[in-house]
């Protein structure tokens, strides 16, 4: 019998002997055949109990969750895995396509909370160095700023945030401490109350309301604490299709100003775009990022105004699940700068370097090209070789813990065959009697294991090689009529057949 990868999920079917096509009907006779076989109560030998009671609780595990509807369900699509999780269903689903959606979507929540509880505090460093400044014998640091925030889930509906910034520019400098206190009013509104204080002392209350499945209205006031201008906000977003949002934002107060926006986001790329027009500025803003794999991305983005006028093109790479590499080129009226980003969770270092204030083509050109070429070369034979060696010993170490789980699943397997061996055995005895079908031999293993032991004909190396002995299993699985037939599982008559393929022997196209 030759053994390959198969479809997973499909263990418990084993176990039962059933197909995954089984009615419950089959799967109760099955249940009510093993666990006579392996009730611990028929054997007095204390080792053989052992044994029994071992295979007895998987055989119940095994119809505990293949006799319930909705279990059954969410194994075959993502098996144990899905079962240990303890994804829960709502309202009934009849479809497959249903089923499978929600629980994707159950799963993906799991992962955001799961995420967000490990992540909550989260905080950016911005460092600026200056080049001309620094050759100038200024120093380098033309001025740093650092924010931090942390939320804290009070109950069910009620959260609060807690951050503050500082920023140092040349020879000032400020900051400032903001508290919002977040309650959920009901499913579809919520309110908050804002407080900072420091330069931007004010305090606010903002509420949000969801209008329909597709739109969401804010409405904010806040008042300076320092002049005592108002301000009150109003921002509509509706989503526009299932990977784009927009939305518009009216500002009224000392500084009006209207903004219309647009977002998309897919598994390939995302994009946004805003335009911003106020009483005395306007400005325009658009980026592109897209995804070349799992791993790595591009990213082009533009912005004018009346102050304002720069392109910036880059990219990043993932280094895990949680941590991102950044590098952008960014040339402009207010001169040329590299940019290194590293993001770890809810962490962010940023650190812009201005190279030249100065819009010089070659320097320019220089800036973009050596980089770039570093970056290519520092691929080619430093992160790429570091990649496929690490890969290499996660291949390695998966190996070790697949062979580790290889050998318990064939000494559980070895286990049960000494309780079926007496009923095998006289099977075996009455079938040889009758001229019925007998199992003399029967090995299961990789191909390369099966036809390198029928080069050798060396039966001691089977222990120690990929393949058991199935002969004891295969000869009580015989029905009293003589047949033996496999449910979509592993198989003097000769025959080979995969893993997945059913079996019904014997039959005159066996004969060798």
């Known amino acids: 019998m030759k053994k390959r990868p198969g479809p997973p999920k499909r263990e418990l079917y084993a176990l039962l002997q059933v197909s995954p096509e089984a009615t419950d009907e089959d799967i109760r006779k099955a249940y009510r055949h093993w666990a006579q076989v392996y009730h611990p109560d028929k054997y007095q030998d204390f080792h053989m109990q052992q044994i029994a009671t071992e295979n007895f609780q998987r055989i119940c595990q095994a119809y505990e969750i293949l006799s319930d509807e909705y279990k ?110 977040r309650h959920q009013l009901s499913p579809v509104s919520s309110i908050e109350f804002i407080a900072s204080a420091g330069l931007r002392a004010l305090i606010g209350v903002q509420t949000t309301r969801n209008l329909s499945l597709h739109s969401t209205a804010t409405i904010a006031i806040a008042k300076s604490l320092r002049d005592g201008s108002i301000n009150l906000s109003n921002t509509w977003t509706r989503k526009l299709s299932e990977t784009a949002n927009g939305n518009i934002q009216l500002l009224l107060g000392p500084e009006s100003s209207i903004a ?29 990022t897209h995804r070349f794999s799992s791993k790595s991305h591009g990213r082009i983005a533009g912005r004018f105004g009346s102050s304002n006028l720069e392109v910036e093109v880059g990219g990043g790479r993932k280094l895990s699940n949680f941590s991102t590499v950044r590098m952008l080129y960014t040339i402009g009226i207010q001169g ?41 070369l520092l691929k080619k034979f430093v992160v790429k070789p570091y990649n496929l060696r690490r890969e290499k010993h996660k291949t390695l170490e998966n190996k070790e813990k697949t062979s580790a789980q290889v050998r318990e699943a064939r000494a559980m397997a070895e286990k ?97």
């Open 72 to 181: 059954r369900q969410i194994y075959d699509i993502y098996g144990m895995e899905g079962i240990n999780s303890g994804l829960e269903l709502g309202p009934k689903l009849n479809k497959v396509e249903e089923l499978k959606a929600e629980l994707e979507r159950l799963r993906k929540r799991k992962e955001e909370e799961k995420m967000l509880a490990h992540f909550r505090p989260s905080g950016t460093i911005l460092a600026h160095l200056s080049l001309p400044q620094f050759l100038h014998g200024d120093g380098i640091m033309r001025g740093m700023a650092m924010s931090s925030d942390v939320q804290s889930q009070l109950s069910k509906r009620t959260a609060i945030g807690i951050g503050g910034n500082l920023e140092v520019n040349e020879n000032s400098g400020g900051g400032a401490a903001t508290t919002v206190l």
């Open 416 to 512: 049960a065959q000494q309780l079926l061996q007496i009923v095998a055995n006289r099977k075996r005895s009455r079938h040889l009697e009758t001229n019925e079908l007998v199992i003399t031999k029967a090995v299961y293993g990789s191909s390369k294991a099966l036809k390198k032991a029928d080069e050798s004909r060396d039966e001691n190396k089977e222990s120690a090689s990929d393949i058991i002995d199935v002969t004891i299993p295969l000869n009580f699985l015989i029905n009293d009529s003589g047949q033996l037939k496999l449910h979509e599982g592993v198989k003097k008559f000769e025959v080979e057949v995969d893993d997945y393929a059913a079996l019904l022997i014997p039959q005159e196209s066996h004969r060798v």
């Open 336 to 376: 040329i700068l590299w940019k290194f980003e590293l993001h770890r969770g809810g962490q962010k270092l940023i650190i812009p370097i201005l190279l030249s204030r100065h819009l010089n083509l070659v320097f320019a050109t220089g800036a973009f090209v050596i980089p770039t070429s570093l970056y290519f």
């Open 260 to 288: 219309v926006g647009w977002q998309k986001k897919d598994e390939k790329m995302s994009a946004s775009g805003e335009l911003q027009i106020g009483t005395s500025s306007f400005s325009a803003s658009a980026h592109y």
